[in-house]
């Protein structure tokens, strides 16, 4: 049969629309993958390839802000026994246990070697919170948040001796 025969041409083109609908599903199959789940409609008719390059800057960015999130959290604990000494030496030289958060944070912030924010301070006090229950605790009181400590001065060194020795 030679080319120009009604049976060649009917049997290259349904080899064609073969070829063309694998394609199709081919490029949605990898659409899918790229994406992670089935692609929207209004996203069907971009290259996979530009999909894949969104992704994957996506992921960086999602990467560099686990990374960026870690290096925060690194720093918090690494200032934590600082933060600790500040806060038993205001409450030893007020002489009490409890003490309204909002005025700690303030001389935390005024007596902070470095510049800090509030809102660094207040984050590092939940790491605070978070990794020394036994020690430190928030209480709400008429509306007043307050921060009190367990005032033993065996508890206090044992708690910064192992936030030492967790940094090193």
């Given at each position: ?102 005025a700690l944070l303030e001389h935390i912030v005024n007596s902070y070697p470095t510049p800090i924010t509030k809102s660094d301070v207040d984050e590092q006090m939940k790491v605070l919170l978070n990794l020394a229950p036994h ?34």
């Open positions: 049969i030679g080319e120009n025969h009604p049976g060649y041409i009917q049997k290259n083109t349904l080899k064609l629309e073969i070829e063309d609908f694998q394609r199709t599903i081919d490029d949605k199959t990898k659409h899918e993958t790229i994406l992670g789940s089935e692609v929207p409609p209004e996203l069907q008719n971009i290259s996979p390839d530009i999909i894949f390059l969104a992704r994957k800057k996506q992921m960086q960015v999602q990467e560099n802000l686990k990374f960026e999130t870690m290096r925060q959290q690194e720093y918090m604990v690494e200032k934590i026994p600082a933060l600790l000494d500040m806060i038993w030496s205001k409450l030893c030289s007020i002489g009490k246990s409890i003490v309204l958060k909002d020690w430190c605790s928030i209480k709400t009181l008429e509306n007043k948040t307050w921060f009190k400590i367990v005032k033993d001065c065996n508890v206090f060194m044992a708690v910064r001796s192992n936030f030492v020795r967790g940094i090193k």
